[in-house]
């Protein structure tokens, strides 16, 4: 259940944190592109619908943050951006979704090579059973992005950089990933997502295992990585999306219900229903 009271930090870490708006005179002056778009998107489980007719654009290097109750199809519908649902045999997917306009499900595109230009990052952190190291270099190893050790070693301390935890693993390397905290794991994983150089990063409520400490640390690392990436994320959390993103969309029982910038969704939906979660009256 949501209550006011954090509805109310909501709409105070809106009012306060600069840095989120998104009506700053230089956004008024570049009008941001659409990294990714879907239209009608429809999903079935069997004989089950769990997504009606959803239409998203999903800006290039802003956050997107996805809300809604537990089950109203966030989780299911940001599957669906990097194909993650192909792995379930009774899921069809309908509609059109597309990066840089460009049809994902088309038959003569790769999933794998889709999957490492739109990573993911689960909920559970989920390091390989394998070293710091060769947790990050898993994936450039398998795309060829390395010419030799020098060109990996280089691709390892980036994107432990880029996610904040070289100065943290830089002296255990060789260790196993697995072995790192909870906030470390996570971030490791988000380490092992950008080692692909992705143009999108998915995160499904990549926050909701950890402490107040790690997840200050991920939602930082997010606006930091928001300058290079585009990002969607699904969170529970109202706070959590007044203070990291710039577009949110509400979703219940598998619709959209609304989608605008984050500080209209929170101080002046358009919708009642929007209002309705946002107060706390269900959710």
């Not at 380490?191 to 990549?206: F, G, K, N, Q």
């Not at 959390?237 to 969309?249: D, F, H, I, P």
């Not at 358009?270 to 946002?278: G, H, L, P």
């Amino acid at each position: 259940m949501v209550s006011s009271m954090d509805t109310a930090g909501a709409v105070d870490t809106l009012e306060t944190t600069a840095s989120n708006s998104v009506d700053s005179a230089a956004a008024q002056s570049s009008p941001v592109e659409n990294r990714m778009t879907t239209r009608n998107v429809n999903l079935w489980y069997g004989e089950k619908q769990a997504l009606f007719d959803v239409d998203l654009d999903v800006p290039d290097r802003q956050v997107t943050a996805l809300i809604g109750p537990s089950g109203c199809g966030k989780s299911t519908f940001l599957r669906c951006l990097n194909r993650m649902n192909d792995t379930i045999d009774i899921c069809r997917v309908e509609g059109d979704i597309r990066l840089d306009n460009v049809d994902i499900y088309d038959k003569t595109v790769d999933v794998v090579q889709l999957r490492a230009r739109v990573g993911m990052v689960f909920q559970k952190p989920n390091p390989f059973p394998k070293s710091i190291y060769d947790n990050i270099a898993y994936g450039p190893s398998i795309h060829g992005l390395a010419a030799d050790k020098a060109d990996m070693d280089e691709i390892v301390e980036t994107s432990l950089k880029g996610a904040g935890l070289w100065d943290e693993v830089k002296d255990r390397l060789s260790e196993p990933g697995n072995g790192l905290s909870g906030g470390q794991q996570q971030r490791l994983c988000i380490a092992r997502a950008i080692a692909v150089s992705p143009e999108v990063i998915l995160m499904d409520e990549p926050c909701s295992a950890l402490d107040p400490i790690a997840t200050a640390h991920i939602e930082e690392l997010i606006d930091e990585l928001r300058q290079n990436f585009t990002i969607a994320i699904v969170t529970h959390n109202m706070q959590q999306a007044a203070r990291v993103s710039q577009k949110t969309a509400f979703f219940h029982l598998g619709k959209l219900i609304e989608h605008n910038d984050t500080d209209q969704i929170f101080t002046n939906p358009r919708e009642s229903m929007t209002q309705d979660y946002i107060t706390g009256r269900f959710g």
